[in-house]
C-alpha cells in the first residue's frame, strides 16, 4: 500500500541533537530521565561521544565513539578488537564460567557455534516461542486491559521474559495459580538481572572480586544445572533440545544457555516498556492504528531509538590506525550505540530503513544478537496486545528503574483512553 506523502515527512519533525535537545519532546525527556536513573554517567557519556568526531579519548575510560560507521569497523575487525580481554564482556565471563569462553565466545570455538546456532532464532522459530510461551498470559492480560483495567506494562514485561526463560531453557515451571506463577516468572527474572548486574560498575574494569564470582557461578548452576539431564531427551520447543539438534555439545549448550538468560532477559523487558512509552509519548500510536502496515518499522524504530544496549565495550588487540586516530593494543574503545542510533532523528514508525546504521542496536558482526528475531517477535507481540483492538492508549504513570544495567522502568501504568 502506498505510503502519502504527509506521513513519510510529518511537520512535526524537526532535526533533534539526541542529547542536547533531550527536553526538546516529552519522548526524549522520559527516554534521558530513564537513562540517568539507571546510571548517571550515561548521558554525560552520550554528550561526549557528540564530539568524538568520529573517536575521542575520555581520561579513566579510553576510546569512545558515536559515528555509526566507525562502530561497525570496529565491531566488524576481530583482527584488532576483542572482548575476550580485560575490558570486555568475555573476560567478565571466563572469570564465571571457566577458560573455555575464551574458545567459545570469541575464539575459533565461536565461529563454529555461531554457524551451527544460526537456526536457532528465525523469523519463524522465534514467532512460535513467542507464541508458545505467551499465548496464555497476553490473552488474560488483553481481556482485562481491552476492558479498561490499567496495565503496569513493565511489570508484565518482566513476567513474560521470565516465561520465556522457562519456556527456552525447559526449567520447571511455576504453580498452579496465576498470581504464584507470575511471582515464579518474576523471581526468574531478578535471578537472570541480578547475573547480569555483575558486570554493573565494569564499565571501567572488568576484573571481579571473589564474592561475585562466587554467586554469578550459584546462579548459573541454579539455571543450567538441569541441562546435563535434560539435554539428551528435552523436546525441540526448547532451546536445549533446538541446540541438541543443531549439533551442539552440552558444554556449548550449558554456556549458551547462560548468555541468552543475560543478553535477553534485561534488555527485551526494557524495549517493551520503552516502546509503549514511545508509541504514547509521540502520539505515533495513532498513525499505526490508521496504518497497521507499518507495524515492522514501529518495531524497528523502537530498537533504534530504545537501543536497550546503549553501549558495547572492546578491547584493542593490535595497534591500528581508525578514524585518524592511532589506538595502542591494550586501549579500551566503548561504542556508544545509544547516540549513534539516535542521531538519525525522532521515534517515527514510517522511518525507512537506516543503512548506516543496519541494525546497530544488535550490534555488528561476529557477536551480532543471536536473539535479535526473537526480540522482534516479543516487541511485536507487546505492540499487538497494546494496540490490536484499534484503540489508543494513555500512560497513566511511570517510575524509572535506578541503579540498574539495563535502563528501563520500573514501573509503566498503561490504559485504554
Ligand atoms: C531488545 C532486545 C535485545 C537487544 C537490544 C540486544 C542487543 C545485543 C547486542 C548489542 C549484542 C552484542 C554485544 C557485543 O557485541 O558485545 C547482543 C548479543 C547477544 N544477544 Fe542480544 N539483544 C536483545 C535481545 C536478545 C534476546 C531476546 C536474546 C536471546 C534470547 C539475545 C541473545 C544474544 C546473544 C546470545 C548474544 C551474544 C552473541 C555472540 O556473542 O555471538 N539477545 N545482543
Given at each position: 500500500m502506498p505510503v502519502a506523502e504527509d506521513l513519510r515527512a510529518p511537520a512535526r519533525e524537526r532535526t533533534l541533537n539526541p542529547v542536547t535537545d533531550g527536553f526538546g519532546s516529552s519522548a526524549r525527556a522520559h527516554e534521558h530521565r530513564l537513562l540517568s536513573a539507571a546510571r548517571p554517567a550515561l548521558p554525560v557519556l552520550n554528550w561526549l561521544g557528540m564530539f568524538a568526531k568520529p573517536l575521542m579519548k575520555v581520561p579513566g575510560l579510553g576510546w569512545i565513539t558515536a559515528d555509526p560507521l566507525t562502530a561497525r569497523a570496529v565491531l566488524n575487525d576481530p583482527n584488532h578488537f576483542?572482548?575476550?580481554?580485560?575490558?570486555?564482556v568475555g573476560h567478565l565471563w571466563a572469570q564465571i564460567l571457566g577458560p573455555w569462553v575464551y574458545e567459545l565466545f570469541d575464539g575459533p570455538g565461536h565461529y563454529d557455534l555461531r554457524t551451527r546456532s544460526?537456526?536457532?532464532?528465525t523469523e519463524k522459530t522465534s514467532a512460535a516461542f513467542v507464541e508458545h510461551a505467551w499465548h496464555d498470559r497476553l490473552e488474560d492480560a488483553r481481556r482485562t486491559f481491552e476492558a479498561g483495567e490499567p496495565l503496569d506494562l513493565a511489570d508484565l514485561s518482566r513476567i513474560l521474559v521470565g516465561q520465556m526463560v522457562v519456556s527456552l531453557l525447559g526449567l520447571p515451571a511455576g504453580t498452579s495459580s496465576s498470581e504464584s506463577t507470575d511471582d515464579a516468572y518474576r523471581e526468574i527474572f531478578r535471578t537472570g538481572e541480578e547475573l547480569a548486574s555483575t558486570?554493573?560498575?565494569?564499565?571501567?574494569d572488568t576484573v571481579l572480586p571473589p564474592h561475585k564470582i562466587a554467586r554469578a557461578r550459584e546462579i548459573v548452576e541454579r539455571l543450567t544445572g538441569h541441562i546435563d539431564l535434560?539435554?539428551?531427551?528435552?523436546?525441540?520447543?526448547t532451546i536445549i533440545g533446538r541446540c541438541r539438534e543443531l549439533g551442539l555439545t552440552l558444554q556449548e549448550t550449558k554456556g549458551l544457555s547462560t548468555l541468552l538468560m543475560v543478553a535477553g532477559t534485561e534488555t527485551a523487558a526494557s524495549a517493551m516498556a520503552r516502546t509503549a512509552a514511545l508509541l504514547y509519548d509521540t502520539g505515533e500510536q495513532h498513525r499505526l492504528i490508521e496504518h497497521p502496515e507499518f507495524m515492522e518499522g514501529a518495531v524497528r524504530e523502537a530498537l533504534r531509538v530504545t537501543s536497550p544496549a546503549p553501549i558495547i565495550g572492546r578491547s584493542v588487540l593490535a595497534d591500528l590506525s581508525i578514524g585518524g586516530r592511532e589506538l595502542k593494543a591494550g586501549e579500551r574503545i566503548v561504542v556508544l550505540t545509544w547516540t549513534a542510533n539516535n542521531l538519525a532523528g525522532e521515534y517515527r514508525v514510517d522511518r525507512a530503513y537506516i543503512p548506516q546504521n543496519r541494525q546497530l542496536w544488535f550490534g555488528a558482526g561476529r557477536h551480532l544478537c543471536l536473539g535479535g528475531p526473537l526480540a522482534r517477535a516479543e516487541l511485536a507481540s507487546i505492540v499487538g496486545l497494546l494496540l490490536g483492538d484499534g484503540r489508543p492508549f494513555r500512560v497513566v504513570s511511570r517510575r524509572y528503574g535506578r541503579r540498574v544495567l539495563i535502563p528501563a522502568y520500573e514501573s509503566l501504568v498503561v490504559q485504554k483512553v
Open positions: 576483542t572482548l575476550l580481554s580485560e575490558g570486555g544460526r537456526e536457532l532464532f558486570a554493573l560498575g565494569t564499565t571501567a535434560a539435554f539428551a531427551t528435552a523436546s525441540g520447543d
